[in-house]
């Protein structure tokens, strides 16, 4: 077994990442690398549950998709939003895999970016249309185009505390 192929348990993340120490010289709770879990909401290590399929069909008669984005609302509703190089959008929901066109008519081949802003909306940018917002009340979601004159940006970043989100990259008046 080669060194980088090293298992061993791991009972808290305490001793954080070490990148410098030999695989054999790290504390039982350091580590210079971990597959198969993600951070949690408190900042905890969790394993990454299985995997399954959702919607057997492709997508857009399988054109490729430019954004990808888990989408969950403060009311539980969960989506994944795809946008594909086709210029559409697409909401699948979690439980059935499901999958519904929601836009069409977008840019094409554009890389999508997303946030979710205090837990209501998953708003998308792809730096050539307007900026566009998800919302979902009770178990359906909705798209349509931010109001006002948002800039068309590369992406964005939301910021909970301030109540704003910020666009960067790209940018040009909204219309």
């Known amino acids: 077994m080669a060194e980088s192929d090293i298992r061993r348990p791991v009972y808290d993340f305490k001793g954080g990442w070490n990148a410098k120490a030999a695989l054999t010289d790290l504390a039982p709770n350091e580590l210079t690398s971990i597959l198969n879990f993600h951070y949690d909401t ?31 609302f403060d009311n539980g509703d969960q989506y994944l939003v795809a946008c594909t190089a086709s210029g559409k959008v697409f909401t699948v929901d979690v439980p059935t895999g499901v999958a519904t066109e929601r836009g069409a008519g977008y840019a094409q081949n554009r890389v999508w970016n997303g946030t979710m802003f205090l837990g209501s909306r998953l708003i998308l940018w792809n730096g050539s249309d307007p900026p566009i917002e998800i919302t979902s009340a009770g178990g359906v979601p909705t798209l349509a185009n931010l109001i006002g004159t948002p800039p068309r940006a590369a992406f964005a970043v939301s910021h909970p505390t301030s109540r704003k989100v910020f666009a960067a990259g790209g940018l040009t008046p909204g219309g």
């Open 42 to 72: 408190t900042g905890g290590l969790q394993k990454r549950r299985g995997m399954i399929k959702l919607n057997g069909t492709a997508l857009d008669g399988g054109s490729s998709v430019n954004g990808l984005f888990d989408a969950l």
